[in-house]
């Protein structure tokens, strides 16, 4: 309770104010903290279901961007089919001398020694003896193109 001396009023007055603003009232039945604060929850809930229901169907576009990128992928990979004694060109990803050079990443001429049937590719360099094996992806077939290479003579003819 308080004193008579009104020094005490100023110490008391903000709990007094939260006293009388919590309190029921006759006409509504619900203090005004209550009134307040049960709609703001009931708002900040709907807010939490929208944003549940946004990440929802995020996942689920998400979910579909990437078996739709996957299709995609997948139809533009090529079966290639080897040969023993094949000769191939190999992609070497790690090149990396002059990267703002256009430089063929395709290297060798390769020729395949033998083919697992999981993809794999055991192979040799054309004048070496060493083999190797790489992953049948970094493998690209190799096509000779035979030029006649003999010399042709071009008349212009003087108008």
């Known amino acids: 309770m308080i004193s008579a001396s009104r020094n005490d009023w100023a110490a008391m007055h903000d709990d007094a104010l939260w006293a009388y603003r919590t309190t029921y009232k006759t006409p509504t039945r619900a203090s005004p903290y209550k009134l307040v604060y049960e709609l703001a929850s009931e708002k900040w809930l709907m807010q939490l279901n929208e944003l549940y229901e946004f990440h929802l169907h995020t996942y689920?576009?998400?979910?579909?961007?990437?078996?739709?990128?996957?299709?995609?992928?997948?139809?533009?990979?090529?079966?290639?089919?080897?040969?023993?004694?094949?000769?191939?060109?190999?992609?070497?990803?790690?090149?990396?001398?002059?990267?703002?050079?256009?430089?063929?990443?395709?290297?060798?001429?390769?020729?395949?020694?033998?083919?697992?049937?999981?993809?794999?590719?055991?192979?040799?360099?054309?004048?070496?003896?060493?083999?190797?094996?790489?992953?049948g992806q970094r493998v690209k077939n190799y096509y000779e193109v035979d030029f006649d290479r003999q010399k042709s003579k071009v008349l212009l003819a003087n108008d």
């Open 60 to 135: 689920e576009n998400s979910k579909l961007y990437k078996e739709k990128t996957k299709l995609l992928h997948d139809n533009n990979n090529h079966n290639c089919e080897f040969e023993l004694g094949q000769f191939v060109l190999l992609f070497n990803s790690r090149l990396r001398l002059f990267p703002w050079k256009l430089i063929s990443r395709w290297s060798g001429l390769f020729e395949i020694v033998r083919v697992t049937p999981h993809g794999a590719i055991e192979m040799h360099i054309v004048c070496g003896e060493t083999t190797f094996l790489v992953n």
